[in-house]
Structure formats: C-alpha cells, structure tokens
C-alpha cells in the first residue's frame, strides 16, 4: 500500500468510539432483542384476532338474511366487560375488554364478545408467559416488557358502530395491531371492506393510488416519514389488500387504516386516510 | 450461534471500526454516534435480511451507508443557507499529496471516499466494497483507479 495511504489510514485507527457510545449501543441492542422477543408474542396473540376475522365474514348469508327484519329501535352500545391491570416498575400490562350489547343479531353479538373475551385472555396469557421468561433469563428487575389490549369506539350514530380493537406492544418503539369492527346498525351486519363496493369493481387501484399519493404529499408538506415502494425500498407501500383495515367515519366516509411500521416510520403512528368523494365515487355501491 | 448473539458479537468486537465508517459520513463525533445508534436499530429489526453469517460486515456497513446518506440528505436541506459561511478548504487543488484523514474526508467526493476507506481500511474485497455501496464491481474498480489518481497514489495496487 502507498506510505501515504498507509499514513491516512494510522490517523483513521486512532479514531475511537467511547465509553458513552459502547454503553448506549449496548442498552439498545439489549432493548431492541427483548422488543424482538416481545413482538414475536404480540404477533401471536394477533394472530388470534386475524384467524377470528376471516370467521366472521363468512357468516355474511345469515347477516344478509337479517336486514330484512324491519328495526324499530336499536341501542347498540359497547361496554367495557373487563379491566386487567399490571403495573410493575419494569413490565407493565393494560388489558380492557370490550363488550358490544343491543346487536339484533345475538349470534354475532355473542360470538364478537366471546372472541375480545378470547383474545384478551391470550393477551394476558403470552404477557405472564413472557414476564416469566424474561425473569427466568435476564433476572428480576434487569427486562422490560409490555402489552396492551384496548379499545376504541371510532362511530357510533344511527347507522353504523365502528370499533377499533388493538393489540399494543410497549418495549423500546411500541408496536401496534389493529382489528377494525364495521357494524350495521340497521341490518346488524358486519361490513366487510368489499363489500362496500360494486360487484366486480377494481376498487384496489383507485384507492391504492390516492394513498400512495396522499403519503408522498404527507413526505413533502408534512414531514411524513412513509416509505413507497421504489428501487431501493422494494417493502414500502404500493397497494392496499382486498379486505384492507377500515372503518366508516361518523361522516360516513371510508377511512383506511394500517399498523404502525407498515407503511411509514414509527413516528406516523397508525397512518389514516379518509378517502375523498371523487376516489370513491365510480366505484361505491 | 442466534443471529441476535452473532450481531452483538460482531458490534462488539467492532465498534470502532463502524464509528469510523459512519464517522466519514458526518465528519462528527455525534451525528456519527447517532448515525450508529440508527443503524444498530435498523439492523436489529432487519437481521431476517441477514441470510449468511459471513457476510455480516457488508450487510451491517451498507445499512451504515445508507443510514448516513439519508441523513445527510435530510441534513443538507437546512444548513444549505450556511454554506456561504463555511470556511475555505486549507489545502489546495494540486496538493493532495499532503492530506490527512480529515482532510481526505473533506475533501473527497463521498462517491470516492468510502471506496478508499472500505477497500483499503477495512480491508474489504472489491465484491464488498460493491454490495456495501450498492453499485457494481466495475464501477468500484473505476472509482477506485480515479480516487487513487486524484490522490496522486500509486494506483497500480488497484486490484
């Protein structure tokens, strides 16, 4: 190698990281893999709650069946069923269960019910089950963790009860995972994303669109941090799912949701979009 | 070995160097040390994309590379207006004969820069080099021939 080059790379060596940064990279590295770990548990249990929406779907015939029964008055509301609470110096857990009453459609009422009651109580299983762990390897007081299990009523007027039920992972940068509900109020029907559109109706690529173009407006005029898919970021966005995460804003509007670091970096939380009239306009039923 | 085991070895063991390379980037100790604790995070939360052991210290120095361009695009947008303040280079055109490191970072076209100090500080192949920077073998050898001959450095050791 060139004496000069050789020289260069003498003054390069003696550059050093210190004390400091050793230690904080340490702490992180720690954070990031029981966050890991945790994750690992919280997807798990969401798991539960995706398994249980394909479920319910396909109880559609029967729902279709009960709009035809005139309503005369419905109270539709939702009830906090349970509270479970932890709150440790080093892990902390906070599970509400929800609990929809006044359905028409007891079967659905029911089956909704018995499934927060499900989930919650998976939540609370892989939480215990991970403090256990936890404590088992890094010893008492030396790990973090936390869970979550809440809920949020989004809507609620004449037509439509649209619940936000979420499963949340708080060590290091929290994660989220929502599982929307979209309940008719009239017909006592669980409103599936589809079948908010025409039959046949590409409704993928309109709404796709207006996103991904939403989200670069967001990056530039908002400082957004969304990713799009290009060359580079070949996991960023680039189009909706067919049964993608929504719900029916009190104005009747279709909003479209997605999980924290789906789409964009944590700093976005769960991003919304309220879909514009004119996206939805050739393809709304 | 856990890939969680093997990523924190290998930052251990290699701390320095990685602050070095991110160091390059910023020219500061804490936007490098910033720049270092992102990748870390990022890497953690990616070590799925890692599909070979060996090939950890490319794999980790890219994220590294890319970490610190993004920011230092991020960056560039507000101390644009400052530019006219910073003071002028001490060394000359033609006098790259007598640069240190500082100098070399501060002077070089980044594009050239991490080739230098990956090939021949971090003692990486030319295959290296080309995945860490995202560009193909050629192109490395060409920089890596121009970068010598802007330096005024024996480039026939190129290879």
């Known amino acids: 190698m060139d004496d000069k080059l050789k020289e260069i790379k003498k003054e390069y060596e003696s550059l050093k990281a210190d004390d400091a940064l050793r230690e904080r990279i340490g702490i992180t590295m720690k954070k ?11 997807a798990a249990a ?3 709650v995706a398994a ?14 009960m709009s035809n029964i005139p309503v005369v008055d419905s109270i539709v509301r939702v009830l906090t069923l349970n509270r479970y609470e932890v709150n440790e110096e080093n892990y902390q857990a906070e599970v509400v269960t929800p609990q929809i009453e006044g359905l028409l459609d007891k079967e659905l009422e029911d089956k909704l019910n018995n499934e927060f009651k499900e989930n919650a109580n998976s939540v609370i299983a892989a939480f215990e089950q991970s403090v256990k762990e936890l404590e088992a390897e890094y010893g008492e007081g030396n790990f973090h963790e936390g869970v979550g299990y809440n809920y949020e009523v989004k809507t609620d007027n004449d037509d439509i009860l649209a619940l936000d039920v979420y499963v949340y992972s708080i060590v290091g940068s929290s994660s989220t995972v929502h599982t929307y509900y979209n309940i008719n109020k009239k017909t006592g029907e669980l409103i599936t994303f589809e079948s908010l559109f025409k039959e046949g109706a590409d409704y993928i690529t309109p709404i796709s669109e207006y996103v ?13 941090m969304f990713w799009l898919k290009s060359e580079e970021n070949p996991e960023g966005f680039e189009k909706i799912s067919a049964d993608q995460k929504f719900y029916i804003n009190s104005d009747g509007k279709i909003v479209v949701c997605f999980d924290k670091y789906e789409i964009a970096a944590g700093a976005q939380g769960s991003p919304e979009f309220v879909l514009p009239d004119e996206v939805t306009a050739d393809i709304i039923k | 070995m856990k890939k969680t085991d093997l990523f924190e070895n290998f930052i251990n063991e290699n701390l320095d160097n990685v602050y070095r390379f991110a160091y390059s980037y910023t020219k500061n100790k804490e936007d490098a040390e910033d720049i270092l604790h992102e990748s870390v995070v990022k890497a953690i939360r990616s070590l799925n994309s890692l599909k070979n052991a060996d090939n950890i210290k490319p794999w980790f120095y890219k994220i590294v590379a890319n970490t610190a361009l993004n920011s230092i695009k991020a960056k560039s947008k507000i101390v644009y207006l ?13 006098d790259y004969s007598k640069l240190n490191f500082m100098e070399l970072i501060e002077k070089l076209e980044p594009k050239y820069k991490s080739i230098i100090i990956l090939r021949y500080f971090e003692n990486m192949t030319i295959a290296q080099v080309a995945e860490v920077l995202n560009i193909n073998e050629n192109t490395v050898k060409t920089r890596l021939y ?10 026939e050791e190129v290879y």
């Open chain 1, 46 to 48: 969401a798991a539960c």
């Open chain 1, 212 to 224: 991904a173009k939403e989200c670069e407006r967001r990056n530039a005029e908002e400082n957004g």
């Open chain 2, 82 to 94: 400052e530019y006219e303040d910073m003071e002028p280079l001490q060394i000359s055109e033609d």
């Open chain 1, 52 to 65: 249980f929406t394909v479920g319910l779907n396909v109880s559609q015939p029967f729902a279709y069946a």
């Open chain 1, 32 to 42: 990031e893999f029981s966050r890991k770990n945790a994750l690992k548990r919280t």
């Open chain 2, 146 to 155: 121009k970068a010598l001959k802007a330096l005024r450095m024996n480039a």
